[in-house]
Each structure stands twice: as C-alpha cells, then as structure tokens.
C-alpha cells in the first residue's frame, strides 16, 4: 500500500513520551493546520529525529497519515526561538483552541511572525493572542486596534466566549 508523504513547514507546540522510545508532536503546520504525530524511536539516541523536534522551533517535517495517526518521517530544523513564558503560554493556547485539522495559513504566518519578533513581552503576547482570537471568530476587528486594559478586556472575553480555556 502506497502512502502520500505530505511535506510541510511546521512550529513545534509540545511533545510528549508514547510507548518506550516514541514521542507524540503536536505541530501547527502551514498545509495541514494542528497535527498530532507520533515521531518513532525519536527518545533513542541513534535516532535522526532527535534533535530537530525542539517545542517552539520552526522545522520543515515529513508527514504520513496512518489509519488512526499521523507518522513524523524526516524533520529538517529551520529556526529556534528562545524559550519564554511569553512565547510559551500562547502556543499552549493555539494548541487549546484549535480543534481538530482544520487548516489555520494566517494562524501558522501569525505564530511565526510573533516567534521572529525580537521584542517579546506582555503586550506582544496579547497582541498575538488577540490576533489568534480573532482569526478563530472568537473576537471582533475593531478591538484589535485597542490597547492596554481593554485589549486584555477584550482578549479575557474572547476566552471565555471559546468556552475552550
């Protein structure tokens, strides 16, 4: 049986330990929006994989979708990002919000222009998630151009309003 390898770019959300060598990727990708894939054999170390899957990098992945899975083939490392609370408290977000496979291109080229930003801090870590909210349905245009308190008014009630966090 042939199998249809999908190659794309992709932000590392989180991993997690599966079985006794494996790993489970969450990974927003620009083509496929939010895949769960499991990488094999990735936590041994003669593994190629093992270096490339670092939570909050920018990484070129091979993907194959399995009956019940999607399969991590090859990974290629583009870019990392220092890790912050700034950059991972969103990120976990986009990893709770978004449900199911729905491609997401605009939430993928937000998450990397926000990880690109050189200047992270609390009001670009709401910005971004304002954005995201938005992009989702969760908020309106017009308060993306609010600042300060009532951008986090606005943000906190888009939150509350996904009934998702």
Known sequence: MAY???TTKGIVLSSRP??????????????????????GGVRLEKSKLRGFLEPYALVNVSLVRG?????????????TFPLSLHIARPLALIER??????????IFQI???????????????TRFVAHVLFELGYMREEDL???G?????????????????
């Not at 790993?23 to 769960?36: A, N, W």
Request: charged share 30%.
């Open 111 to 125: 998450a990397r222009d926000f990880l690109g930003n050189p200047k992270l801090d609390t009001d670009a870590e």
């Open 97 to 106: 919000l978004i449900v199911g496979e729905e491609v997401h291109p605009e």
């Open 18 to 39: 599966s079985r006794e060598a494996d790993k489970m990727y969450s990974i927003l990708t620009e083509d496929l929006g939010l895949v769960h894939a499991r990488a």
């Open 67 to 79: 009956k019940a899975e999607w399969r991590l083939t090859s990974a290629e490392l583009v870019e």
């Open 149 to 165: 308190k009532e951008l986090i008014q606005a943000v906190n009630l888009g939150l509350r309003t996904s009934h998702l966090v």
């Open 145 to 147: 151009a609010l600042s």
């Open 4 to 6: 249809h390898i999908y």
